[in-house]
Nanobody, 126 residues
Framework: QVQLAESGGGLVQPGGSLRLSCDVS????????VAWFRQPPGTEREFVAA????????VYADSVKGRFTISRDNTRNTVYLQLNSLKPDDTAIYYC???????????????????WGQGTQVTVSS
C-alpha cells in the first residue's frame, strides 16, 4: 500500500518562499506520476504541478509557471515543490498524489491519481 505524507507548509508573507515535501512510503509498479494539487478555501481541488518519476518530465499549471518548481529525489522517495514569489491567491491546502498509467493529456485530472496524502496548509498573508 502506497502512503504519501506532505510536510513543509506554513504561514509566509507575500513574496516569500516555502518548500513542500512529499514522502512516498513505497513504489507502485509501472510508470508512475507524482503530482501536487491544491484546494483553496471554498473551492475545488486544482492541479499545480506533476513529475513523471522515470523521465523527470514536468508539467505545471499556468498560474504557477515560473514561480513553482517540482523535483524528485529518488534516493529518498521524496518529491519536492519549491514555492517562490508567493501570493495570497496561493493560500490553500496542498496535497501530493501518485498515479500510474496516466497519459500526458490527463496529468492534471485529479481523478487519475490513486493515492493521496493528507495535505499541508500554506497560508500567504501579511
Amino acid at each position: 500500500q502506497v502512503q504519501l505524507a506532505e510536510s513543509g507548509g506554513g504561514l509566509v508573507q507575500p513574496g516569500g518562499s516555502l518548500r513542500l515535501s512529499c514522502d512516498v512510503s513505497a513504489r507502485t509498479a509501472g510508470h508512475y506520476t507524482v503530482a501536487w494539487f491544491r484546494q483553496p478555501p471554498g473551492t475545488e481541488r486544482e492541479f499545480v504541478a506533476a513529475i513523471r518519476w522515470s523521465s523527470r518530465t514536468t508539467v505545471y499549471a499556468d498560474s504557477v509557471k515560473g514561480r513553482f518548481t517540482i523535483s524528485r529525489d529518488n534516493t529518498r522517495n521524496t518529491v519536492y515543490l519549491q514555492l517562490n514569489s508567493l501570493k495570497p491567491d496561493d493560500t490553500a491546502i496542498y496535497y501530493c498524489a501518485e498515479g500510474t498509467g496516466i497519459i500526458l493529456s490527463s496529468i492534471g485530472n485529479h481523478a487519475q491519481y490513486q493515492y493521496w496524502g493528507q495535505g499541508t496548509q500554506v497560508t500567504v498573508s501579511s
